[in-house]
């Protein structure tokens, strides 16, 4: 095997636009899309005792990426003592400490861009350009987090029961063992972003990201530790996700005990972005591309929903189609990844997507157009799965005619699949937005902004971005972000996604009196006393 270029797992002689598949009867190691110490050298650190692996191929073409080691349930149990034996020191650090170790991160993701993209690219198939974002947002993440520590982590004073005479101290107290379980389609910062504050408040952390991603999940790990942080305060396990046995359960059951950890992460997947939601709305100067300010922007996440006003909408609709017939799809021009553009998926070279992860969640896709198309829909461009471009390669898709008993209307289909709704009015465009279980991310176009943020105020997301997609309110990281309804618990970023790895401990301190009867004074006498007292206190408007 050669050696591989520095700062990068891939071999020096590597051709990923020519690869073959695999040839392990002649050479098990050629065929591999990076060199095996590397490799070797991140899957080391995966809490696993026993010998069987799974073998990870890219989604890209292929090519072999790497054997998983399986955890068991007792590593997971082994795992978290090793945390937490760890952690006990690790929250004696000062926050100052702790902080640091986040600020190296910061750079460390910068310096390291490449590579990270790399690994990015190669185990989800993304295109490079969607693959920035993710260490973009895990160096945001650090850096406010490691800045404003401060603000969030300090003890605070807070009123008492009688004023002087009540000292009342408020600390946040770390947890202990958080543990975070992290899905594929953003392997990078969903599997780091979400500790980053846990470990600032004092946590260690066990965490088990998807087998399919596991590579970019460990290389974050490693930059962790280059950044500074102790050895063994951050754990990983590996394993099938969901049934009944394994880390994955392990994992849950720990968590869902109550033992450790932060109750969001016991159940699987509850991160992923179940729902995207787009409104073109039209006040007096209406946007006439609404759909189309960044061709693609909706990224990896679930299904989504246009909805369109009915004057725009057809003369919108229907202009592209004509324009962009076959895979130039609504909405925008789609330049898919075939199999001659790996290197351009790997290099960020003009592809704007890539395949799907799997065959499973290609045949869940078309499942879900399937079943519109048996119920009624209409395929308005796309539809189709393209194995000539690649082995998950599924055509941008759009649309028409969905209804609720569909499946693509609720349920997530994780896949280029667009569906379009017409609305009369900005009472109609609510309602239908409010349809549905899910409630992650919804975007307005229009180009009334105060009108536009009146309309956010109203639908049933967690976040939701006027004139863009999902990035203004991915990457305010003083803003919380999540979901309502059933797309997940709790929130991350802002304070928010750092108390809720803190537990809250109240010290007061009672000066001179007693808040009971003292002096002789009877339980009927101290009754009238603080009775006045609260009228008095009342008067004075004190809260």
């Given at each position: ?243 009944r046995a394994g880390p994955d359960r392990a994992l849950r059951l720990r968590l869902l005990h109550g033992l450790h950890g932060h109750r969001s992460a016991g159940r699987p997947g509850v991160r992923r972005p179940a729902d995207r939601l787009l409104v073109g709305a039209r006040r007096q100067e209406p946007d006439p591309h609404p759909a189309r300010r960044r061709p693609g922007e909706g990224r990896r996440g679930g299904g989504a929903r246009l909805l369109l006003e009915r004057r725009s909408a057809v003369r919108v609709h229907r202009a592209d189609v004509r324009r962009r017939p076959g895979l130039r799809a609504v909405p925008g021009p789609l330049r898919l990844a075939d199999r001659g553009d790996v290197a351009g998926l790997v290099a960020g070279v003009g592809v704007d997507m890539g395949p799907l992860i799997s065959q ?184």
């Amino acid at each position: 095997m050669t050696t591989p270029e520095p700062g990068s797992g891939l071999p020096a002689d590597a051709d990923p636009a020519v690869a073959g598949p695999p040839d392990p009867e002649h050479d098990p190691t050629a065929s591999y899309a990076f060199d095996r110490a590397y490799v070797d050298r991140l899957t080391r650190r995966i809490a696993a005792s026993g010998d069987t692996t799974v073998e990870v191929r890219s989604p890209l073409n292929g090519q072999p990426l790497a054997h998983i080691p399986q955890s068991s349930a007792a590593d997971v149990e082994a795992a978290f003592e090793r945390a937490r034996q760890a952690q006990a020191r690790w929250a004696r650090r000062s926050l100052d400490e702790r902080a640091a170790v986040l600020l190296r991160l910061h750079d460390l993701v910068l310096d390291r861009l490449d590579e990270i993209l790399d690994l990015i690219v190669w185990e989800s198939g993304k295109s490079r350009k969607h693959a920035f974002d993710e260490p973009m947002h895990v160096a945001l993440t650090a850096r406010y987090y490691a800045r404003t520590a401060h603000r969030h982590l300090p003890t605070r004073r807070h009123l008492g029961v009688m004023p002087v005479l009540t000292r009342v101290e408020v600390h946040r107290v770390a947890k202990g063992v958080v543990g975070i379980i992290s899905p594929w389609n953003y392997p990078f910062t969903l599997a780091l972003s979400d500790g980053l504050p846990a470990l600032l408040a004092g946590n260690a952390v066990v965490s088990k990201p998807d087998d399919q991603t596991m590579l970019t999940a460990l290389l974050g790990v490693e930059l962790l530790e280059e950044a500074g942080l102790p050895a063994d305060l951050w754990q990983v396990v590996a394993g099938p996700a969901g049934g009944r046995a394994g880390p994955d359960r392990a994992l849950r059951l720990r968590l869902l005990h109550g033992l450790h950890g932060h109750r969001s992460a016991g159940r699987p997947g509850v991160r992923r972005p179940a729902d995207r939601l787009l409104v073109g709305a039209r006040r007096q100067e209406p946007d006439p591309h609404p759909a189309r300010r960044r061709p693609g922007e909706g990224r990896r996440g679930g299904g989504a929903r246009l909805l369109l006003e009915r004057r725009s909408a057809v003369r919108v609709h229907r202009a592209d189609v004509r324009r962009r017939p076959g895979l130039r799809a609504v909405p925008g021009p789609l330049r898919l990844a075939d199999r001659g553009d790996v290197a351009g998926l790997v290099a960020g070279v003009g592809v704007d997507m890539g395949p799907l992860i799997s065959q499973r969640q290609l045949q869940a896709v078309e499942a879900h157009v399937a079943d519109a198309v048996a119920k009624g829909a209409r395929v308005v461009t796309g539809g189709r799965h393209r194995p000539d471009l690649g082995p998950y390669c599924y055509e941008p898709t759009v649309l028409e005619g969905v209804s609720p008993d569909m499946a693509c209307f609720g349920q997530e289909t994780f896949g280029p699949v667009v569906s379009v709704y017409r609305f009369q009015d900005e009472a109609e465009a609510v309602a239908r937005a409010n349809d549905g279980e899910y409630g992650l991310n919804a975007a307005i176009y229009s180009r009334d902004g105060r009108r536009a943020r009146a309309l956010a105020a109203q639908i049933r997301c967690g976040t939701v971005n006027v004139n863009e997609a999902f990035g203004a309110t991915f990457g305010s990281i003083d803003s919380p972000m999540g979901g309502m309804r059933n797309s997940g618990l709790g929130r991350r970023q802002g304070a928010e996604g750092i108390h809720r790895y803190t537990e809250s401990q109240s010290v007061a301190t009672q000066r001179a009196l007693r808040l009971a009867p003292m002096f002789g004074m009877s339980d009927e006498a101290y009754a009238k006393v603080m009775t006045a007292y609260m009228r008095v206190s009342h008067k004075l408007g004190r809260a």
